[in-house]
């Protein structure tokens, strides 16, 4: 045991009392630790089982005690204790004071600083060679995992190759493992960059916007991520497939960036991690058969993405199927149509429109009609589905738009449509009529042209020529208040005539229809008049002429080349001509002489078109009539207005204008007025509630009972019925009959522009009414299936050329005459008249187009024909 030399008082102490032997075990609190080498054999034997809480490695202990040897200055003395001596070993401590504690102390904080060095030395050794391994032990397994492949590559190839091209292969393979783990290590770093990149570019833009702002502060410019923000922005606003393309450019390149994470983390090929990659963007679910940090650690990330692309593939998918439903919902998706009608605007005209545009094309099977306004799809399909008629296989489709715009009308085929109708809108005439022509210039300014013809409702007939102006050739006009106005002059000198126009002009019963037969070339027109036995001819379109329509020629006219017939018949494929009957007519019982007499008409209320009608009264009237107007207007005014429209008031060959000032719905009024003393009288929706047709209706219906109860109670017969209401008859069957006793003595036309009140009218029989709304209806759905219509409706119209009329059958046979239909229609042809029905003394409605043509009946001279003749 060394022992040191300058410890003097623990030398004796170890002589006087000697330590024990190191063959005696000590306990564990009796242990001390000592830096020094312990040289003796006793010792090392004692201590062999000892172990150092300081676990230094035998080599490493051994170097340290070397160098404690040089940094003792006093040297060391070592004593060797042999064999079987019984000396003790005396051990210095730390603790025991001695003369060289200072030298001891500072070797010892020397020692100490030593140490810690080399321990953190140690350490970063361990540390770095620890990397090291553990980044050879991934390449090692790459290599193994690389070796592995190619083994197995190798063993296939070796089934069907020679040992020399096998021994080639072996001898190629260690490059090319070498290539492909550099090859995995270059894609795992991309991928890294790629997936940094962005972040990258956001930042550098985020840096270069604050230097520009720094380095100008006088302007205010927008930051570059500010602007790159609109872009994108304008971009996926702008393109209609920019979201889904971004969806997909995000798609793909999440896809290659967790293929190239797998290449560089896998043993796979890069077609293979692509796919792979795939699969865990197509499905979350598969990253969890991953093994190794690495692969799962990519899986996990791609499979976030891919959650991510699903969420936005959903939202994508869910507002584009939004936006489809909306679109078809609000009816801004595009018809796809040919030959089908296109009805552009809203109006109360629109379901009597409908219905006989339905009653048109149900020999065809149906058709398509197309309805566009500015209201929405959904309140259109509503109000349609509530009208209470059969549309007979015909298809109504609604569409959103305005026809002032190109966009909207593409939309809705308008270029392939047949025909196209331009309801006018309800309100202003002069607004309503300013914006059909305004749909007029739209309708010519489409590019691929227009297929069919545009049949438009105005409201004043001043501005007809204006509309066809614009228009030109393609436009057929239909005057609706003039139409209305017409008829009601008419119907008022002839009763009885609105339920055959309402036959005539609607596709339920007989219309007029246009055909070419060329058999008849050559024919005479007496001769074609008699030819077709389920239709009547009315007149020819000359083909000669341009197209001319003539109605009721003359019998000695030959048809020629080109020449086409106008008859009146059920339907267009109801007819066809047949062999000439053997019919003769007989002279007439007596001359035609209908002798004019003087007549006293009333007005009740004020049109627009006043003076329209006063000129057609005073062509048609004999003279000295009078003409007796009653409404609001003061007398002034009334003059003011009728002079603004043009009328002379001195020119006025045949009547005389009698001006009264009152409200028609006043009863005191209308008693102030001879009521018993009109031969006709009309009652007009007033200018200042024709706006509104319930309101227009429900004045015109209490003008009208209110004339009848007054004409009731002024007529003779009224004593004679007051004995009978007496005797306890019912109130209300005794106005009914007093109210049909005053229309057997004079004619009361109301014109009535809500369908509804129709039906009030029809139960009471109280007035020979005119339906407005539907008569209009009824000739422009007729204008739009056959535009060379609008020609015969407006010569029928017209003050000059052909009428429609009702005569008496005592001008045509005797009382109780046996004769077929078609010799009265040649009987009436020796008056150059042409018969197209009859209404019999008991019966309600008159028959146009009879059956059986050839039959012969018994007349009575009390029975009614329906002839189309000239005005004079």
Known sequence: ??????????????????????????????????????????????????????????????????RRRIQNSAGATTDEIGGNSNDAVLIQSEDCPSSGNKTTTSAHKKYTDFVRWRMACVIAMVVMCFTSLLHKNFSLQYQVSDLQDEFSTLNARLRHCNISDSIDIIDSTPEHNISSASLKITALILSLMMLSLPLVFIKYMEYISNVRRQLDNTTEELSLNKRLAYRVDVFLSFHPYAKPLTLLIATLLLISLGGLALFGVTDDSIADCLWLSWTYVANSGNHTNSEGIGPRLVSVSVSFGGMLIFAMMLGLVSDAISEKFDSLRKGRSEVVEQNHTLILGWSDKLGSLLNQLAIANESLGGGTVVVMAERDKEEMELDIAKMEFDFRGTSVICRSGSPLILADLKKVSVSKARAIVVLAEDGNADQSDARALRTVLSLTGVKEGLRGHIVVELSDLDNEVLVKLVGGDLVETVVAHDVIGRLMIQCARQPGLAQIWEDILGFENCEFYIKKWPQFHGMQFEEVLISFPDAIPCGIKVASSGGKIILNPDDSYLLQEGDEVLVIAEDDDSYAPAPLPMVQGGNLPKNLIIPKTTERILFCGWRRDMEDMILVLDAFLAHGSELWMFNEVCEKEREKKLTDGGLDISRLANIILVNREGNAVIRRHLESLPLESFGSILILADESVEDSAIQADSRSLATLLLIRDIQAKRLPYREAMASKIHRGSSSQGSWREEMQQASDKSVIISEILDPRTKNLLSMSKISDYVLSNE???????????????????????????????????????????????????????????????YRLANAEKAIINPPAKTERRRWSVKDVFVIIADKE
């Open 1 to 66: 045991m060394t022992l040191n030399s300058e410890s003097p008082s623990t030398s004796n102490r170890d002589w006087f009392f000697p330590s024990q032997s190191f063959n005696v075990p000590r306990s564990p609190a009796r242990r001390f630790f000592s830096p020094y080498p312990r040289t003796t054999t006793s010792f090392q034997n004692s201590s062999s089982n000892f172990t150092s809480p300081l676990a230094v490695p035998r080599t490493l202990r051994r170097r340290i005690s070397h």
């Open 775 to 837: 008569l209009v209806s009824m000739a422009l759905a007729m204008v739009a299936e056959d535009r060379q219509i609008n020609d015969v409706l407006e010569e029928l119209f017209a003050e000059e050329g052909n009428e429609m009329q009702i005569r008496g059958a005592d001008l045509y046979l005797c009382e109780g005459e046996e004769l077929s239909f078609y010799e009265v229609l040649l009987r009436a042809r020796q008056r150059r008249e042409i018969v197209i029905g």
